[in-house]
């Protein structure tokens, strides 16, 4: 279930009330769709309105609603948004983590943030736009601290103008006959570029735009004729979208990139969007199982969850975009592109054992590539198929006497509901990897990996006592407050249930209660920590009721998720921006700055405090074991196949032009699926498994779970390799602890 937990220790008076979760844009948390396992999209969500649309695409409403054009007279700001911004002032002022200031320049980057978050890509506004509104924000402070909005209105019935235009202009393109000869290039990714000083040269844009779409389609051997058709559908629903914006849209597009200038994960729901917010938290769990995002004019795929319908496709991967969605195994294909997110997330959602069909942009393809078409039933994401579970490694070359148990944890989950009625057995992450532990025992285990690939987080209750299971007694976080305050989080139970060698293998997407876990098994020397640096997301968010702010008042003002505090480790310095840095690192390609954390803007910096009292282990030779590891990868199948993927997905990530002639489309494509595929295809055979052809018509789901299992098992088995490594060369179960330290 989705669900806050009580932070302990914040009910004093004058403090507003807390539930969070130690999740980075995920399971348990209320981050937006794209967190961690996410980051803020390099190109900004288009509204930036739904913050919380996509946790899980959960059940509220079968289909999208038949909106009613909203008058452009209706677009101006009403008494209760005047209100509710004077109170997120105030709330911003007393209880944000960073110290909060309303000045000239935090208003002109405000400015700057709304005007980027409507026109991520720079194809509507006008240099001239922009230049006006901004060259007034000296004002917008003295305004926005007395509740006066005009501003962020005034722009936005802009932006309907220009947005009616451009498509306008698109439309007229449709009927011309594009030269896809003609050796010429698009740059589709205009964040950075400068805002064009022209209807002219907006044209040009939008030439290129409209061409670049057509050959996309083109590329995967549609009719023009349905192309022309298919196009027209799409242009004509951005404009159809944006009609469809109420006051209250406008409104909270503003204040979320007026939040976002103080700090990427704090933000704003208005009265609609809490509304639907407590809808999803209510019902069961329906649909695909994945946490989806808009970057650009593209839903994407920030992760999938375990046990749902995408991740056990095997077809499905974080990054990939969502560009078509049909209902039934025979319905029409929606194009789903310029789509708001909601809308997208309503049209897949839906009841239990119904089929819903996605047409997938793979995020290998990069942009433009050809896509495919996935067919899913959707199902019920119960608690039970993200449960922890293991397995045995016990073929191991550099150590053939030894056996190596595995226990992937892919959340920290716990049944609140259970507990609070009551349950002696409710359902959590500890509860689960003790049995598991006695059960790998019992099978004669010399050595333990902990697997937290992928794991956004969840519970900070089960993050503190999963790493008591390994660990005598002592502190696990430490947790500072916006007043400077520090709680410490200990072992809730003395004793170790695991005292032999241990490692932990993270990745990029490891988040928050993952950094936890992992940075204090390594403060402490208790195991390693094998992979790629984590994702880190260090920051603690409450979710507040604005009405309780304004008593008696008869309309409701929406709700604002805060950033409130930080988790540091027992060593002192915080999982924040940095994350865990991994004790032998797995080379998985090109490391870039849009990954993590790192990558959102205004992110709260890395920081330090005083360490914790705790007893550390006697330290291991890394050095060695790192150096053993580097020989075996640099000769491994299945790490060259990683390596491979890891530099294709760099350089795609990194292109901003793309070409306009379809022979070199076509085959910079073909280069890239054949990399991809001999790769992989070569590390396959190694193992003996037949390799599966993913766009078959009639793929063979239990070979590609077959095949699937084995390319995830590759970074886990080499870990078993390193902890086999340390086992064969020191007694590690029996290291003794050094003393106390301050």
């Given at each position: 279930m989705l669900r806050f937990f009580s932070f302990p220790g914040r009910s004093a008076a004058g403090y507003p009330p807390v539930h969070h979760n130690a999740g980075a844009g995920g399971t348990r948390d209320t981050s937006t769709a794209g967190g961690p396992g996410s980051r803020w999209?390099?190109?900004?969500?288009?509204?930036?309105?739904?913050?919380?649309?996509?946790?899980?695409?959960?059940?509220?409403?079968?289909?999208?609603?038949?909106f009613t054009p909203v008058g452009m007279s209706e677009l101006f700001p009403s008494e209760r948004q005047a209100k509710t911004t004077l109170v997120i002032n105030k709330v911003l002022e007393r209880f944000h983590y960073r110290n909060f200031h309303l000045d000239d320049d935090f208003a002109r980057n405000t400015l700057l943030n709304y005007f980027e978050d409507l026109d991520p890509n720079r194809s509507f506004f006008l240099d001239r736009d922009v230049e006006r509104f901004t060259r007034g924000a000296d004002r917008l402070d003295d305004d926005l601290s007395q509740g006066r909005l005009d501003v962020a209105f005034d722009i936005f019935r802009v932006y309907r103008m220009r947005v009616d235009s451009r498509i306008e202009y698109a439309l007229s393109l449709l009927s011309q006959k594009f030269d896809f000869d003609r050796p010429e290039t698009y740059l589709f990714d205009r964040e950075h570029a400068d805002w064009a000083k022209s209807d002219a040269e907006l044209d040009a844009i939008w030439r290129k735009r409209v061409k670049y779409d057509f050959l996309t389609l083109k590329l995967a051997d549609d009719p023009d004729d349905q192309i022309r058709d298919q196009l027209r559908k799409r242009y004509e629903g951005i404009s159809r979208r944006i009609h469809q914006f109420t006051a209250d849209d406008v409104y909270e597009a503003f204040v979320n990139a007026y939040t976002r200038t103080l700090e990427p994960h704090t933000s704003y729901m208005s009265p609609s969007t809490s509304e639907n917010f407590d809808i999803s938290m209510r019902l069961k769990l329906e649909g695909i199982g994945a946490v989806l995002s808009a970057e650009n004019e593209y839903t994407v795929i920030q992760r999938t969850i375990a046990g749902g319908p995408a991740r056990q496709s095997g077809q499905i991967g974080s990054g990939d975009r969502i560009v078509g969605v049909a209902q039934g195994h025979d319905g029409e294909v929606e194009d789903v592109i310029g789509w708001r997110l909601q809308d997208v997330v309503d049209k897949i959602r839906g009841p239990k054992g119904s089929v819903v069909r996605l047409e997938i942009l793979p995020k290998s393809a990069g942009s433009g590539g050809r896509t495919r078409e996935v067919e899913l039933v959707r199902n019920e994401i119960k608690l039970e198929d993200q449960a922890a579970h293991s397995y045995v490694i016990d073929d191991l070359k550099n150590?053939?006497?030894?056996?190596?148990?595995?226990i992937v944890v892919p959340a920290f989950y716990r049944d609140f509901?259970?507990?609070?009625?009551?349950?002696?057995?409710?359902?959590?992450?500890?509860?689960?990897v003790r049995r598991l532990i006695k059960e790998l025992q019992v099978k004669g285990i010399s050595g333990l990996v902990i697997d937290l690939r992928g794991n956004g987080g969840g519970s900070l209750?089960?993050?503190?006592?999963?790493?008591?299971?390994?660990?005598?007694?002592?502190?696990?976080?430490?947790?500072?407050?916006?007043l400077g305050k520090v709680d410490v989080e200990t072992d809730p139970d003395p004793g170790v249930v695991y005292s032999g060698p241990l490692a932990?293998?993270?990745?990029r997407n490891s988040a928050s209660a993952s950094e936890i876990f992992a940075g204090a098994i390594q403060d402490y020397g208790r195991g390693l920590i094998i992979g790629e640096p984590t994702f880190g997301k260090g920051t603690v968010q409450t979710l507040i009721d604005l009405d309780r702010y304004v008593p008696g008042n008869a309309e409701e003002l929406g709700r604002l998720r805060l950033t409130m505090a930080e988790f540091f480790r027992v060593s002192g310095g915080s999982t924040q921006l940095k994350?865990?840095?991994?004790?032998?690192?797995?080379?998985?390609?090109?490391?870039?700055?849009?990954?993590?954390?790192r990558s959102l803007k205004n992110a709260l910096p890395w920081d330090r405090i005083r360490p914790a009292r705790y007893a550390k282990y006697k330290p291991v030779d890394v050095d060695w074991l790192r150096q053993r590891s580097a020989e075996r990868t640099r000769q491994d199948d299945g790490f060259r196949m990683l390596s491979s993927r890891g530099q294709l997905l760099s350089e795609i990530n990194g292109e901003k032009e793309v070409s306009l002639q379809e022979s070199q489309r076509r085959r910079e494509s073909e280069h890239r699926d054949q990399v991809l595929k001999q790769e992989r295809d070569r590390f396959l055979l190694a193992r003996g498994i037949k390799p599966v052809d993913e766009d078959a018509d009639n793929v063979d789901e239990d070979a590609l779970e077959r095949q699937q299992d084995a390319i995830d098992r590759i970074q886990s088995e080499e870990a078993a390799r390193i902890l086999a490594d340390e086992i064969v060369a020191s007694n590690a179960s029996e290291r003794p602890r050094a003393a106390m330290r301050d």
């Open positions: 999209p390099r190109h900004r969500r288009l509204g930036v309105l739904l913050v919380l649309a996509a946790v899980w695409l959960c059940v509220s409403c079968a289909a999208v609603a038949e150590a053939p006497s030894l056996r190596i148990g595995v509901r259970a507990e609070s009625e009551g349950s002696r057995n409710f359902t959590s992450t500890t509860r689960d209750a089960e993050a503190t006592s999963l790493t008591g299971l390994f660990i005598d007694q002592g502190p696990v976080v430490q947790v500072k407050d916006a932990v293998l993270v990745d994350g865990v840095e991994p004790d032998i690192r797995f080379d998985l390609g090109p490391e870039t700055d849009d990954q993590g954390e």
